[in-house]
């Protein structure tokens, strides 16, 4: 649409060389606000600033999280001007975690739109146009122990960023027996007491080739469907399977009761087991968080011994290939707990020094001599071997 055709713009026949005299060039967005006002410094900051410089496919998808942003201040009767930490707090909690939000999001989507508002608002605060920066940011180690800013809102990478995680095959043995036998019976017993018809809310996988889509089947949201990934745990407790026998939990782990393992069970059950130990005169003790511990230190060991012992038969081109390919073992396991940096990742390295000294004094023989048994006055007495040159007296 030319701009005769447009009622507004009648009579601007020089409209492109006005466009060129301030800046603006074909492709640029210009975001007015619902009650069709223009923002005189928005307007710069998208057409004059570093954004126009942007490749296009960043700034249109800058400009869809802009969009999002402005419409939810408008929510609350507010400008991007007005926006503060906890409209940008509520905000990301909305995109991310809401249940009223069928289409939440992931890390990498909410961590790309985090950028897109930091680059504006530093650019405002810049220009004097605010004098506060809504999104608030924190000092942290870098990788390279340097001092960076980030942004402080709340992480949601660590517990929702999906990871792959290995085992052994006897605990795969030990897992899928698991899922036959107890998992089933239990499972069984609950869908005849009609447990899971009681279950408020459902949100049920029906597609077995998508697993990863579920759908709301009641309230607000009935009929929408959502990633699964981005389920809190609350949710997920609440997470159904349609399978051909009738609706079970999607949740791996479940109780006698055939429903899904609360937090409070998990810990009770650790609790439990501990109790178990010490009466039964067992020096162990173990929680929850100490699984992730052993599991980090007995993978970093076993991919350590695996890579020296490749590297041992190789020449330096084939270990400089070998390294770029299969990477160090430290950061295979960062990225397996979620870290950001490989610093907090270093703290396991003392755990396997500590794992080596305790194996090694475990196997010291018992004949050794123990040298408290060594009498004082014996102490002391040893020569020095013969070959020892003479010690000679040195005047400082």
């Not at 707090?89 to 950028?115: K, M, Q, V, Y």
């Not at 499972?187 to 077995?208: H, L, N, Q, S, T």
């Not at 020096?283 to 012992?309: K, S």
């Not at 081109?317 to 270093?346: C, E, K, N």
Request: proline share 6%; net charge neutral; with cysteine.
């Amino acid at each position: 649409m030319t701009g005769d055709q447009v009622p507004v713009l009648a009579g601007w026949k020089d409209l492109a060389e006005r466009e060129d005299r301030v800046g603006i060039h074909p492709g640029d967005p210009i975001l007015p606000s619902p009650a069709y006002r223009i923002d005189e410094a928005l307007s710069r900051y998208l057409c004059r600033s570093s954004f126009a410089r942007l490749a296009q496919e960043t700034k249109r998808n800058y400009t869809d999280d802009y969009c999002l942003f402005f419409d939810f201040l408008w929510g609350r009767e507010k400008a991007w001007r007005d926006a503060t930490a906890d409209d940008l707090w509520d905000f990301e909690d909305w995109r991310t975690r809401s249940l009223r939000n069928p289409r939440r999001i992931g890390g990498a989507r909410w961590n790309r739109g985090l950028a897109a508002l930091i680059r504006l608002y530093e650019w405002a605060v810049q220009r004097d146009h605010l004098t506060v920066n809504p999104v608030i940011m924190r000092s942290v180690l870098g990788r390279s122990g340097q001092r960076v800013l980030v942004p402080a809102a709340r992480a949601i990478a660590k517990r929702n960023s999906a990871r792959w995680v290995y085992e052994p095959a006897s605990v795969r043995r030990d897992l899928t027996a698991y899922a036959a036998e107890d998992r089933r019976w239990v499972i069984e017993d609950a869908r005849d007491a009609g447990r899971y018809r009681k279950i408020r809310r459902p949100i049920v996988i029906f597609d077995p080739v998508r697993p990863h889509l579920a759908q709301y089947t009641s309230g607000i949201n009935r009929g929408e469907k959502v990633d699964v990934r981005l389920l809190g745990p609350r949710e997920r407790q609440r997470l159904l399977i349609d399978t051909e026998q009738g609706l079970e939990p999607a949740m791996f782990w479940l109780g006698e009761s055939g429903m899904p393992l609360t937090l409070s069970a998990w810990k009770d059950m650790f609790t439990t087991a501990n109790q178990r130990c010490e009466e039964q005169g067992l020096d162990l003790f173990a929680h929850a968080h100490l699984l992730r511990h052993t599991f980090a230190v007995i993978t970093l060991e076993q991919l350590q011994r695996g890579h020296i012992a490749a590297l041992g038969d190789m020449n330096p081109a084939q270990r400089l290939h070998y390294q770029r390919i299969f990477g160090d073992p430290m950061d295979w396991v960062r990225r397996r707990l979620g870290h950001a940096s490989q610093l907090s990742t270093l703290i396991y390295l003392h755990a396997l020094q500590e794992l080596e000294m305790e194996t090694r004094m475990a196997l010291v023989p018992d004949t050794w001599e123990d040298p408290r048994d060594t009498p004082a006055a014996a102490l002391g007495d040893e020569k020095p071997p013969r070959d020892l040159p003479e010690e000679k007296e040195t005047t400082w």
